[in-house]
């Protein structure tokens, strides 16, 4: 496949670039974390967005030196974020902004995912509480020992799991008692209905109950509107992503935004 080819220079050269949307505290509207979200610019193309790359990095298992540099180029980004914001934000008595990685299941299922893991902390310095891994249901569907034991590290290191998209696999309330979850993600499909359907809200409003329960943070994605933003915070949803806040930026823009706001 000529996409394939591209690929593999592309990865060689490091040719990728990281976008990052704000995640934030919907009653206080102060930005939290940002998702990470990688992008390709492309000579000819243009700016490939991973829906066109990273099914096919997955099936050709490039995705597992794309996704250890997402991982290294995200750790760097956020300690550059907390060196232009740490003093201030500690003095305000706010946590040390984090970054969201999504990471796909073949990556997550690779024997060296967890040593890439270390290796972006041990290079960056970060907190591992302030990275947080995004995996979707995915990954969880294959219960083996080895992402039990995987999941057991990576939670005992301080870094977060969070479960993507949450609400479109099969048994998503099960994952939360057999995993180490300190996250989820309500998909957006779920937030769309908010305002005009009762049985959306219901089952939004008793996700973010159980979650709370068990001790797991809410962030509802795809937020486009203000009443969307009102209801969830009304319900006690803590966190929320959208194009209501901001899209995905780049780098410069992200330090901006973290030098302004802290
Ligand atoms: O960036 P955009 O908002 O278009 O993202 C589209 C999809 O691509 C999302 O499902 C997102 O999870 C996925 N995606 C974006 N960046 C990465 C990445 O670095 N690794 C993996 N595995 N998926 C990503
Ligand atoms: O699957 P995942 O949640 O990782 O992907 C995030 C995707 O959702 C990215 O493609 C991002 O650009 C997109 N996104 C983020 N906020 C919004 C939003 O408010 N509306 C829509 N339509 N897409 C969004
Ligand atoms: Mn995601
Ligand atoms: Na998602």
Same mark, same amino acid.
Request: aromatic residues 6%; glycine residues 8%; contains cysteine.
């Given at each position: ?7 593999? %220079? ?11 949307? +704000? ?6 509207? /102060? ?9 390709? +610019?492309?000579?000819?193309?243009? #700016?490939?967005? +991973? ?30 974020w907390h060196a232009a914001s740490s003093a ?21 299922? /690779?024997?060296?995912?967890? &040593? ?6 041990? =290079?960056?310095? *970060? ?10 249901? %995915?990954?969880? #569907?294959?219960?083996? &020992?080895?992402?039990?034991?995987d999941m057991a590290t990576l939670s005992g290191?301080?870094?977060? *799991?969070? *479960? ?7 048994? %998503? ?11 989820? @993600?309500? &998909? @957006? %499909?779920?937030? /769309? ?13 008793? *996700? ?11 962030i509802a994605e795809g937020i486009e509107h203000?009443?969307?933003? /009102?209801?969830?915070?009304? #319900? ?11 899209? +995905? #930026?780049?780098?410069?823009? =992200? ?8």
């Amino acid at each position: 496949h000529e996409l394939n080819e591209h690929l593999d %220079s592309a990865i060689a050269e490091s040719a990728f670039q990281l976008y990052y949307q +704000p995640i934030v505290d919907l009653r206080s509207g /102060d930005l939290v974390a940002f998702e990470a979200l990688v992008r390709w +610019p492309h000579d000819r193309r243009g #700016m490939v967005l +991973p829906d066109e790359f990273i099914a096919l990095a997955e099936e050709s298992g490039q995705i597992v030196p794309l996704g250890a540099w997402v991982l290294e180029r995200a750790a760097q980004e956020v300690a550059a974020w907390h060196a232009a914001s740490s003093a201030a934000r500690t003095a305000a008595g706010r946590p040390p902004l984090r970054v969201n990685v999504n990471v796909s299941a073949r990556q997550f299922r /690779d024997a060296g995912f967890v &040593d890439v893991v270390r290796r972006a902390l041990a =290079a960056t310095g *970060i907190d591992p509480h302030t990275l947080v891994l995004e995996l979707t249901e %995915s990954v969880l #569907m294959r219960r083996d &020992d080895r992402i039990h034991a995987d999941m057991a590290t990576l939670s005992g290191l301080g870094v977060g *799991i969070a *479960i993507d998209d949450f609400g479109t696999g099969y048994s %998503s309330l099960s994952y939360l008692r057999e995993f180490p979850i300190s996250l989820l @993600k309500i &998909d @957006k %499909s779920f937030i /769309d209905g908010l305002g005009h359907s009762p049985q959306q809200y219901a089952l939004v409003e008793g *996700i973010t109950r159980i979650a709370d329960t068990l001790g797991v943070q809410v962030i509802a994605e795809g937020i486009e509107h203000p009443d969307q933003r /009102d209801l969830l915070a009304a #319900m006690g949803c803590p966190l929320g992503q959208g194009y209501l806040f901001a899209h +995905p #930026m780049d780098s410069p823009d =992200a330090r901006a935004l973290v030098r302004r706001t802290s």
